[in-house]
């Protein structure tokens, strides 16, 4: 079965940046795209950028600047998301998910931003 | 950015009652190939989003048949049939046709 296991929950200073992994397995990774997706408390799901699995290429949103890189390891079957610059509001759990239409999920990282 | 405005945003409802809740956008949801990306989502307290209804009305594998999607352009409409205790949570639309993909506020659906 498809499934998507995320790393764990990372503490972080202002300033500092953040690496959340996504590891995929029941399917084969080259074939759909990964998606990242926030959510901080209070607030509405943010989709924040893709990657294509089997190419590279990657789309992030406008939202998040140039604070944000996707990249991907095909032989380890996973996808990794660089969030830098973390400010405070950056704090939330971090979803990845296969596809645009949001199909399968992972569990979600925290990611606390604090001094 | 297109914006999702869901409603209501609290549905409190009586066991085995029926509920709804509406999703506009504030563009057309129609892509250039014709199909229409809009998608909802259950998400229970502590839990992962779950895709319920994908391109407006297609459900899930699944999901209940108590579950329905319908609308069209700039309205649309997620439907139960018959509300269960099961379905506590909160459901959100999301449209995937505009980059950046954007999702309404969420409609917490609880049990009166």
């Known amino acids: 079965q498809v499934q998507l296991v995320q790393s764990g929950a990372e503490v972080k200073k202002p300033g500092a940046s953040v690496r959340v992994s996504c590891k995929a397995s029941?399917?084969?990774?080259?074939?759909?795209?990964i998606h990242w997706v926030r959510q901080a408390a209070g607030q509405r799901l943010e989709w924040m950028g893709w990657?294509?699995?089997?190419?590279?290429?990657?789309r992030s949103s406008p939202n998040f600047q140039d604070r944000l890189t996707l990249t991907s390891d095909t032989s380890a079957s996973t996808a990794y998301m660089d969030l830098s610059g973390l400010k405070y509001e950056d704090t939330a759990v971090y979803y990845c998910?296969?596809?645009?239409?949001?199909?399968?999920w992972g569990q979600g990282s925290l990611v606390t931003v604090s001094s | 950015d297109v914006v999702m405005t869901q409603s209501p945003l609290s549905l409190p409802v009586t066991l085995g009652q029926p509920a709804s809740i509406s999703c506009r956008s504030s563009?057309?949801?129609?892509?250039?190939?014709?199909?229409?990306?809009l998608n909802w989502f259950q998400q229970r307290p502590g839990q992962s989003p779950r895709r319920l209804i994908y391109?407006?009305?297609k459900r899930d594998s699944g999901v209940p048949d108590r579950f329905s999607g319908s609308g069209s352009g700039t309205d649309f409409t997620l439907t139960i049939s018959g509300v269960e205790a099961d379905d506590v949570g909160v459901y959100y639309c999301?449209?995937?046709?505009?980059?950046?993909?954007?999702f309404g506020q969420g409609t917490k659906l609880e049990i009166k």
């Open positions: 563009q057309t949801l129609v892509y250039k190939d014709g199909t229409v990306y």
């Open positions: 029941g399917y084969d990774f080259t074939v759909h795209a």
């Open positions: 391109k407006v009305y």
């Open positions: 990657i294509n699995a089997g190419n590279g290429d990657t």
């Open positions: 999301m449209q995937a046709t505009h980059w950046p993909y954007t």
């Open positions: 998910t296969r596809t645009r239409n949001g199909s399968y």
